[in-house]
T-cell receptor, first 112, second 118 residues
Framework: GAGVSQSPRYKVAKRGQDVALRCDPISGHVSLFWYQQALGQGPEFLTYFQNEAQLDKSGLPSDRFFAERPEGSVSTLKIQRTQQEDSAVYLC??????????FGPGTRLTVT | AQKVTQAQTEISVVEKEDVTLDCVYETRDTTYYLFWYKQPPSGELVFLIRRNSFDEQNEISGRYSWNFQKSTSSFNFTITASQVVDSAVYFCALSEAVIGTNAGKSTFGDGTTLTVKP
């Protein structure tokens, strides 16, 4: 079956622009996670959904970051007024049961 | 707060050598999960293994083996007879076990870059 997909795979934004990153989890997976991976570092937790409920958003770095999953399937991570420090790979992962996550290929965001 | 430390930033070995990647973790939770992931140059994280905190039995899967020692808070990963295709970044991760839900967020180490030379 299809894995986790993310789009776009690459995004270049000028500083100050808004961006929207999409994640399509594996069908039927209840849990969905967003992680941010800076160059040379491990992924860092941003936020977590169970179905449409956002249960944990403690990792969102500022109020410029917003995530939603309105129908409990596709999720969108939005970054407003992008800054250079937002440049990173944004990883989405989904989980059916238990903590094992299936990761997507990521979206590489470059803010110029 | 949870923390995962992978002290080895880079390791280089020659094909067929054995190599061990170290992982040390910190947590106040009594129930948690430990993971290893592989991240090849393509960038997608590939799940290798999950371990529950109450199960200290070591595991072997082909050329891969894992040594979990709760007493030293370590979860080390050994590749036997390494191959060029093993070249990747390897991440150790710690996940909380959240009561009432089926998943919890993970804390990752900064990874170990393994290069296997022919």
């Amino acid at each position: 079956g299809a894995g986790v997909s993310q789009s776009p795979r690459y995004k270049v934004a000028k500083r100050g622009q808004d961006v929207a990153l999409r994640c399509d989890p594996i069908s039927g997976h209840v849990s969905l996670f967003w992680y941010q991976q800076a160059l040379g570092q491990g992924p860092e937790f941003l936020t977590y959904f169970q179905n449409e409920a956002q249960l944990d958003k403690s990792g969102l770095p500022s109020d410029r970051f917003f995530a939603e999953r309105p129908e409990g399937s596709v999720s969108t991570l939005k970054i407003q007024r992008t800054q250079q420090e937002d440049s990173a790979v944004y990883l989405c992962a989904s989980s059916l049961d238990g903590p094992r996550m299936y990761f997507g290929p990521g979206t590489r965001l470059t803010v110029t | 707060a949870q923390k995962v430390t992978q002290a080895q930033t880079e390791i280089s070995v020659v094909e067929k050598e054995d190599v061990t990647l170290d992982c040390v973790y910190e947590t106040r939770d009594t129930t948690y999960y430990l993971f290893w992931y592989k991240q090849p140059p393509s960038g997608e994280l590939v799940f290798l293994i999950r371990r529950n905190s109450f199960d200290e039995q070591n595991e072997i899967s082909g050329r891969y083996s894992w040594n979990f020692q709760k007493s030293t808070s370590s979860f080390n990963f050994t590749i036997t007879a390494s191959q060029v295709v093993d070249s990747a970044v390897y991440f150790c991760a710690l996940s909380e076990a959240v009561i009432g839900t089926n998943a919890g967020k993970s804390t990752f180490g900064d990874g170990t870059t393994l290069t296997v030379k022919p």
